[in-house]
């Protein structure tokens, strides 16, 4: 595998592709190495992916986008991913970490891919580098959707409930305030067994309802 | 203070003023409060200052770069900038959170400011928000380069050697590999007392000669 494989395999061409160079140097090779595109890199990449988080899971709190963002980026993570694109074949290194098998590294695969993305993120700018983020992120998300992430509130409480024979939430508007264009719901979500009452507030009937859901659902199933 | 005088003072202006709404929203308000759109401006804050250093200090190893970093973005720093701003007067509180004078918490200075950050960077996308920050910390990154920090490694050296009444570095090339226009230079730095001597490379005589002098002022005087 060359260079321009790889390129192909992120979907990014660099402009100044001694920047890429420098990212594929280990530090025992020769200067200019990757650590400080490493630091950058480990920045872009955890902002990235809190936007990524932010949009795609809008139910969540920051508590648990969180664990879901460490769960994601994390040496093991990011070591797999860099071995999914075979970035090790590419990294240049010094005689003695060769020997050693530092291509295989799970702490030297993961900084060449953040330093990869610190790279790009010179070259091109924050949205390129978000670009590649969310392609190479983009099945480690789906794993996550398929669990209970993806799901909203008022579904969640409803398949917790079921799962257990218990009798399904009742939702009722308690209080409408504000004019027609901005209107202000109070809704109140009632489970009688565990006894559960909670209100939740929005500018919707629907999204009241949500956040209800939500306190009842964190009530009977904490995540945090 | 209103929210028009604000986005003046940091120079950005919402298309969707109740992002900013929410931004300046306690979570002893009401919902939607601001500790999701925190969880995002803490990463994009980390993101626009790191590359904010590494384009400043491009002679900082990368701990050098975490640790000024760490001195820039912390609950203290972050209170005094969202102070110097009149913030605290423009966030929402509940009662019990009013009485006990929230608006003076450092603690919820600094997470209202970076609230305001997730907020930009969903309104108006990363560059905006980077320039906020850059507008923001200028005042602090001006500090920082009236110290060491600002200084390429050959002054540093330098006045290290002065201070201390000891012969100069003797700088010479001694390799050059490559055609005219991509050429590469080996320059040796001699200091003989201490007696010290390092090697730096670069596609520069100029640049090799600063590297080699970073790695003797990194032995004489280690930073990291």
């Given at each position: 595998?060359?260079?321009?494989?790889?390129?192909?395999?992120?979907?990014?061409?660099?402009?100044?592709?001694?920047?890429?160079?420098?990212?594929?140097?280990?530090?025992?090779?020769?200067?200019?190495?990757?650590?400080?595109?490493?630091?950058?890199?480990?920045?872009?990449?955890?902002?990235?992916?809190?936007?990524?988080?932010?949009?795609?899971?809008?139910?969540?709190?920051?508590?648990?986008?969180?664990?879901?963002?460490?769960?994601l980026v994390n040496q093991q993570a990011l070591a797999e991913v860099a071995q999914g694109l075979e970035l090790g074949k590419l990294v240049r290194f010094g005689g003695g970490e060769l020997k050693s098998g530092g291509e295989r590294r799970p702490s030297i695969l993961a900084d060449a891919l953040e330093a990869v993305l610190g790279a790009i993120y010179l070259d091109g700018g924050f949205p390129m580098a978000e670009k590649v983020v969310t392609t190479l992120f983009a099945p480690l998300l789906q794993e996550l959707d398929t669990g209970t992430l993806g799901k909203d509130?008022?579904?969640?409480?409803?398949?917790?409930?079921?799962?257990?024979?218990?009798?399904?939430?009742?939702?009722?508007v308690i209080a409408t305030t504000g004019e027609a264009h901005q209107q202000h719901f109070k809704v109140e979500c009632v489970i009688p067994k565990p006894d559960i009452r909670t209100i939740g507030e929005g500018t919707s009937r629907r999204s009241a309802e949500q956040e209800a859901a939500r306190q009842a659902y964190e009530r009977l199933h904490p995540l945090d």
């Amino acid at each position: 595998m060359n260079s321009d494989t790889f390129c192909r395999k992120i979907g990014y061409v660099f402009n100044r592709p001694e920047l890429l160079r420098q990212a594929l140097t280990h530090r025992s090779h020769s200067l200019p190495h990757n650590e400080r595109l490493e630091f950058l890199g480990d920045s872009v990449l955890n902002c990235a992916v809190s936007g990524l988080l932010f949009s795609r899971f809008p139910h969540l709190t920051e508590g648990n986008l969180s664990r879901v963002r460490a769960n994601l980026v994390n040496q093991q993570a990011l070591a797999e991913v860099a071995q999914g694109l075979e970035l090790g074949k590419l990294v240049r290194f010094g005689g003695g970490e060769l020997k050693s098998g530092g291509e295989r590294r799970p702490s030297i695969l993961a900084d060449a891919l953040e330093a990869v993305l610190g790279a790009i993120y010179l070259d091109g700018g924050f949205p390129m580098a978000e670009k590649v983020v969310t392609t190479l992120f983009a099945p480690l998300l789906q794993e996550l959707d398929t669990g209970t992430l993806g799901k909203d509130p008022k579904t969640l409480l409803q398949e917790y409930l079921q799962s257990r024979r218990l009798a399904l939430p009742q939702y009722a508007v308690i209080a409408t305030t504000g004019e027609a264009h901005q209107q202000h719901f109070k809704v109140e979500c009632v489970i009688p067994k565990p006894d559960i009452r909670t209100i939740g507030e929005g500018t919707s009937r629907r999204s009241a309802e949500q956040e209800a859901a939500r306190q009842a659902y964190e009530r009977l199933h904490p995540l945090d």
